[in-house]
């Protein structure tokens, strides 16, 4: 029973329509009607086709590239809906753009994650749905809730089924310290050791593996991160697993495929025989390869907006 009685309406940006046509149909709706345009300067014009008054709306819009273009879409049609009278606005973000300015590394360096996270709220958005925030301290960005979604929740039944519970031969591979958590989840679910990249970063998106902690010699391993952006770093890793590690397959899996520059041509020439990415990012043609495979996350994200509008709880989705 739905506490409240409002109506639950589910709105879609350019970012990833495939996606949220597919989260709606799942709760028997319809996408809400809205028309994004541009004006000849290239400003962003918005119109809302359909009364939101009193309604629960879910506007689903990844910030990622066009990241700008997408995010002032985000915002400009958070703004529309505040001031067309919605009950409440919850912004579903599978992939949030700026993660990665969380902190500052040097002097003067901008805290963009923040900025993000106060434009969103100034909009005025009541939550936030995301997936695999790329540092967990971003949900104190805001004074709302944030519900952040797991990528492995959908991954992990996936490699079960692949590889088996307990495989002898599989290894799961963190490819930096930090990500040593995640994989660590990761090996307890299908019951493996874990090895370790050891690697020092000269520059952005440039990376040099040092070592490898842990015995893969004639293993299966499958890298796991939150993000795969110009794939140096994985392509860099995965070499280093086979001709210094001994490993005699490589596998790799990201919740989000960002995948910008030279990613699809360094992946199709790596040693890695498959990529598993969720579909937070909307893959284009021109992005698409044999080696990439692509998992829906919209059965979880459908479950999660069902669970915000009937006032249950999220937390037994992470």
Known sequence: ??????????????????LSK???????LTLGECTVSRFSDGEISVSIGESVRGCDVFLIQSTCE??????????IMIDAFK???????????PYFGYARQERKSKARDPISAKLVADMIETAGADRVLTMDLHASQIQGFFDIPVDNLMGITVLIPHFLRKFGKSNPDLVCVSPDLGSVSRVRTFAEKLDTPIAIIDKRRQKANVSEVMNIIGDIKDKEVLIIDDMIDTAGTLCNAAKALVEIGGAKAVYA???????SGPAIERLENSVIK??????TIELPEHKKCEKI???????LFTEAIKRIYEGNSVSSLF
């Open 22 to 28: 597919q989260i709606a149909e799942n709760l028997g």
């Open 293 to 299: 495979k692509q998992l829906s996350i919209s059965d």
């Open 83 to 93: 001031r067309a009278s919605a009950a409440s606005i919850t912004a579903v973000i």
């Open 66 to 75: 066009p990241v700008n273009n997408n995010l002032m879409e985000a915002l």
């Open 1 to 18: 029973m739905i506490p409240h009685g409002n109506n639950i309406k589910i709105f879609a940006g350019n970012a990833n329509p495939q």
């Open 253 to 259: 899996c990201a919740t989000h495929g960002v995948l």
């Open 274 to 279: 498959e990529v598993y990415i969720l579909d």
